[in-house]
């Protein structure tokens, strides 16, 4: 069965700590890889992936993907308060629009 | 640009009771999809719309799940009769239409059920 791993599952760092959140998966197929952050409501998007090696960048964010060893990593460096979420990983597979979630990684920054 | 909207943001009901979900897609995006967190799981796909076909439900838990899009805009869900199990976060999410299976999806807020 296709599974979709985070950790940690919870995270407590300080204001300017960088974090690293983990995505392994084991699925048949895979075809992208994405990753959000929820903090209320609304999961929202922040990357795709679908290519190894390729690192994706957003400000403080950064994302890559590991398509031999079938994992992703999220990294936050100077992390805010404002951070403050549960950082979701999906995997979506050939042949099929839907994606499989992790459980999330909650992440809570200190001031 | 509007999100995707979903209504109501919490339904509370009695088991047996009725409920219809709602979710209305961003605007030309002609791929919807309904998501269910129940509590400490992982969220889970239900169903995929293309406009207004059933593409995938291999997610719907039961024949008390029901599902529709008329006129390929907004989509409802309805649970008849609701059960206990049936609580938790329903998510709807939606895409463009593309060639290539590597598109975005977009998420609404959701809809907390909850059954007593």
């Known amino acids: 069965e296709d599974k979709v791993v985070q950790s940690p599952l919870s995270l407590v760092v300080h204001e300017g700590d960088t974090v690293t959140l983990n995505c392994s998966y084991e699925v048949t197929n895979f075809r992208s890889l994405l990753w959000y952050k929820q903090e209320k409501k609304a999961p929202t998007f922040l990357f795709m992936l679908?290519?190894?090696?390729i690192e994706k960048k957003s400000g403080r964010l950064s994302s890559i993907l590991d398509k031999k060893e079938l994992f992703s990593i999220l990294n936050i460096t100077a992390t805010q308060t404002g951070d403050s979420a549960i950082y979701l990983c999906?995997?979506?597979?050939?042949?099929?629009?839907?994606?499989?979630f992790g459980t999330g990684t909650r992440l809570k920054v200190l001031a | 640009e509007a999100g995707v909207t979903q209504f109501p943001s919490h339904s509370v009901i009695e088991k047996g009771q009725t409920v219809t979900l709602r979710c209305d897609p961003i605007s030309g995006h002609d791929n919807l999809y309904w998501y269910r967190r129940v509590m400490g799981k992982e969220i889970k796909f239900l169903l995929h719309?293309?406009?207004?076909?059933?593409?995938?439900e291999s997610g719907m838990p039961n024949n008390r799940f029901l599902a529709e899009r008329t006129g390929g805009t907004y989509s409802t869900l309805k649970v008849q009769p609701a059960e206990l199990e049936d609580s938790g976060v329903y998510f709807c999410?939606?895409?463009?239409?593309?060639?290539?299976?590597?598109?975005?999806?977009?998420f609404g807020p959701g809809t907390r059920l909850t059954v007593l």
């Open positions: 719309f293309v406009k207004e076909s059933k593409q995938d």
């Open positions: 999906a995997v979506g597979t050939s042949g099929t629009y839907k994606y499989i």
């Open positions: 679908t290519s190894s090696g």
């Open positions: 999410a939606s895409s463009l239409w593309t060639s290539q299976v590597i598109d975005t999806q977009y």
